[in-house]
């Protein structure tokens, strides 16, 4: 990941921990990530394979959405077979480890 400095990080995310090589990174803010400009973001499967973003037509090369859009790209399958009160409350987003946990995937057009 790169800062508007140009700095280069690297974000690493397990079933287990999530570590960065920036030393200002925190769990209990995750707004600072805003500033970041993601590059190059792969999945690693636990036979070793890597899987990228397929990205959309007209999706943008660098935005800080390609996490989630990578884990959805993977999970596809499974977030489709959850029954819509299991779709209803499933954990989105959460600003901060304080903060209130943000829930629902719905559907649209």
Do not use: W
Not at 1 to 11: S, T
Not at 41 to 65: M, T
């Amino acid at each position: 990941m790169v800062n508007q400095k140009e700095q280069e990080f690297e974000l690493v995310i397990t079933a287990d921990n999530i570590t960065s090589t920036d030393k200002e990174f925190t769990m209990n803010n995750l707004r600072l990530g805003d500033c970041y400009r993601a590059e190059d973001i792969v999945f690693i499967n636990k036979d070793g394979e890597k899987i990228g973003r397929d990205r959309e037509k007209g999706e943008h090369r660098s935005s800080n959405q390609k996490v989630p859009r990578l884990a959805c790209q993977i999970f596809e399958k499974q977030l489709q077979a959850l029954s819509d009160k299991e779709k209803e409350d499933f954990p989105v987003c959460r600003y901060s480890l304080t903060s209130e946990v943000i829930r629902g995937i719905f559907p649209s057009k």
